[in-house]
């Protein structure tokens, strides 16, 4: 049985030092030592939405920074769609942006050749941006039927102004990528469709491991031939190069995954040696640092040369393929450090400067928390490794942020067995694993009045810990080792236990830690990156800073470089300008970071902004917002300039 993707949910709370852990899965009898985790790579945007769904009820109160400097307001492209719009991208002056979830597409006018007036239904809105001063919308770029428009890249190639935007499926539609030539942005013309599979030939031939999301895009040129770089969410190969100098007729010509940096010798694309290659790749790509443990690729940058990649391959971090070949990527050096920031990793975005002399990372990280497990007394007291379930209520809302209480052994907890109920509202239920799924478990104790649950893993299982996945219930819960679970009650084996049995009270803390931040690396020597410095604002430091609004989003999202200034999204926290003239010692410049009921009423919600733009040689910065849709910024002083038309 296949579980559910290795990933955990945005509300997990990461586990304490010293446990395995092994994803999510609402699976109660995986097997993830001995079995494939899931069909392929984890939707990349679950942790964000997870978080979406645990912040929507928050009330907002108290004080907030308002910083605004150095950043003009020029123009803005309204479209108040909740948590609706995602990336931003512009060429000669129109702007794309993407679209999330919700509406998903309809495939309404999919390929007709026209814009569909339909500002915030599914696909690509346009923007008029020739005077970024007064962004015009003309209409928006038609999705397919079931799958969201998450990224949007348009470039001037060989063959012409072309656009390309990722496929994720959000209503059963297809994954891979769709071209389209936008020489005339007002008549777009469908160019292909492109199925993205994974690499390797058994894995699609006996696991179906075919036609999969793609979560970005990156066009490069090498002379006379283009190629689009893709990031598909496979299990083998999930940075794929395609050939698209004829767009009509793309070609699959080269692909590297993370899977390369443990096997390095392997060809990916022909083996079929499941327990001696595949096998322990797939336990190798779902583990990793801290929470949301994975060595998927999640964004790829690529030099104006189209020789070097940049790959943020999330807890394999960031690394720095050579792809002068496009057919045979080379690795060059792999830049990590699991002891910066939180210790997550999370390689979400990069960006190098025009020399490659100076690469910016950005760490999305959606959980601020660290977990602390306690056995409060009796001979086994002490902290023990734990991760909080992804579907349970997180423990950072509960009242001083704690889930305690006195225990009981609830048995397996499944549908039809005896449940004893709790002595006392404030009783936590413990639980083993197995037989029934986590949600079951949750839900039946719940009914039987339990303030909270402790699940620990079978004998099988041992102490690997895992995130607990399901449909969303009511009850805070934490998934712990097999010893863990023995140690409540002071037995040696489950057998000992019997159901209804006390055991020592515990005490499961959310403590205040860190959202994902920015690295500086030092790429002088491109085979040996040394990390310069790091870069926090007051709130992704400091998540319980009373600056910072309870419902923001303060992990960093994406970047771009241009000279030696860096551009960043960085959601509630807004645009920042970090000036990385001296990567050892990067300084904030500019901000646009409005706040305030005046604000959100004309952004419909609190400031999210998702995606960032320059534009090259030129003061102006195109930003989306989630809520609001698109904002043209202009920065102010030196280097600004004035054209006709603006202002």
């Known amino acids: 049985m296949l579980g559910l993707l290795g990933v955990s949910g945005l509300g997990a709370l990461p586990q304490t030092v010293g446990a395995h852990h092994q994803g999510t899965t609402d699976d109660p009898d995986s097997d993830p030592e001995h079995e494939l985790h899931g069909h392929g790579a984890p939707d990349p945007s679950l942790p964000l939405m997870e978080h979406d769904s645990e912040t929507s009820g928050i009330v907002s109160s108290g004080p907030f920074a308002h910083v605004t400097k150095n950043l003009a307001l020029a123009g803005r492209g309204e479209r108040i769609l909740p948590e609706g719009t995602t990336d931003v991208w512009t060429l000669d002056g129109y702007a794309y942006i993407g679209t999330f979830n919700n509406p998903c597409g309809t495939g309404e006018g999919f390929g007709e050749g026209s814009l569909v007036d339909n500002l915030l239904g599914p696909g690509i809105p346009v923007f008029d941006v020739h005077n970024p001063n007064r962004p015009e919308y003309v209409g928006n770029i038609p999705s397919v039927e079931g799958s969201r428009t998450n990224d949007v890249k348009v470039a001037n190639m060989n063959s012409g102004s072309l656009l390309v935007h990722s496929n994720e499926a959000c209503g059963g539609g297809p994954g891979g990528f769709e071209i389209y030539n936008v020489d005339d942005p007002l008549e777009p013309t469908h160019l292909a469709h492109v199925q993205t599979d994974d690499i390797n030939a058994f894995l699609r031939q006996n696991f179906e491991f075919v036609d999969f999301g793609v979560h970005n895009l990156f066009f490069f040129t090498q002379g006379e031939r283009d190629y689009v770089s893709a990031v598909v969410e496979s299990l083998f190969g999930n940075f794929q190069i395609f050939d698209i100098t004829d767009p009509t007729s793309p070609e699959l010509v080269g692909a590297w995954g993370a899977e390369s940096l443990l096997f390095p010798a392997v060809d990916w694309f022909t083996t079929t040696d499941f327990g001696g290659a595949i096998l322990p790749a797939n336990n190798f790509l779902f583990d990793g640092f801290g929470s949301s443990q994975n060595r998927?690729?999640?964004?790829?940058?690529i030099n104006e040369e189209g020789t070097r990649a940049y790959l943020a391959n999330w807890d394999a971090g960031l690394v720095l393929l050579d792809i002068s070949d496009p057919t045979n990527p080379t690795l060059v050096s792999q830049a990590i450090d699991p002891s910066a920031g939180d210790g997550e990793v999370n390689s979400h975005n990069a960006w190098?400067?025009?020399?490659?002399?100076?690469?910016?990372?950005?760490?999305?990280?959606?959980?601020?928390f660290t977990l602390e497990f306690e056995i409060v007394s009796g001979p086994n007291a002490g902290t023990y490794p734990a991760a909080e379930g992804a579907f349970t209520t997180p423990i950072g809302d509960l009242p001083e942020m704690t889930m305690s209480g006195p225990t009981v052994y609830f048995g397996?907890?499944?549908?039809?067995?005896?449940?004893?109920?709790?002595?006392?509202?404030?009783?936590?239920?413990?639980?083993?694993?197995?037989?029934?799924?986590?949600?079951?478990?949750?839900?039946?104790?719940?009914?039987?009045?339990?303030?909270?649950?402790?699940?620990?893993?079978?004998?099988?299982?041992?102490?690997?810990?895992?995130?607990?996945?399901?449909?969303?219930r009511d009850i805070p819960g934490v998934f712990v080792g097999h010893s863990?679970?023995?140690?409540?009650?002071?037995?040696?084996?489950?057998d000992d236990l019997s159901v209804g049995q006390s055991g020592a009270p515990v005490e499961v803390e959310a403590k205040p830690e860190r959202w994902g931040n920015v690295r500086i690396w030092d790429y002088a020597d491109e085979s040996n990156p040394v990390l310069a410095s790091e870069f926090d604002t007051v709130c992704s430091a400091n998540p319980v800073d009373e600056s910072c609004d309870p419902r923001g989003t303060y992990t960093v999202h994406n970047v771009i470089v241009e000279g030696d200034k860096a551009y960043i999204s960085w959601?509630?926290?807004g645009v920042l300008i970090l000036d990385i003239s001296d990567p050892y010692n990067p300084v904030e410049t500019a901000r646009y970071s409005p706040r305030g009921s005046e604000f959100e009423a004309q952004n419909g919600g609190i400031q999210d902004v998702w995606g960032i733009y320059k534009e090259p040689r030129r003061p102006w910065i195109y930003a989306s917002d989630r809520n609001g849709g698109l904002y043209v910024l202009k920065e102010l002083g030196s280097g600004s300039e004035k054209r006709e038309n603006e202002k």
């Not at 190098?352 to 601020?368: I, K």
């Open 296 to 301: 998927f690729l999640h964004d790829v940058t």
């Open 484 to 494: 863990t679970g023995l140690a409540i009650f002071d037995v040696e084996s489950a």
């Open 412 to 472: 397996l907890g499944c549908d039809g067995d005896s449940f004893p109920p709790a002595p006392s509202p404030d009783h936590i239920a413990v639980i083993q694993r197995g037989a029934c799924r986590f949600d079951e478990k949750a839900q039946n104790a719940i009914d039987a009045g339990y303030a909270g649950m402790v699940v620990f893993n079978d004998a099988a299982g041992g102490d690997a810990i895992i995130t607990m996945g399901g449909e969303s």
């Open 571 to 573: 959601y509630s926290d």
């Open 352 to 368: 190098p400067t025009e020399d490659g002399s100076v690469v910016v990372e950005t760490e999305e990280d959606f959980n601020p």
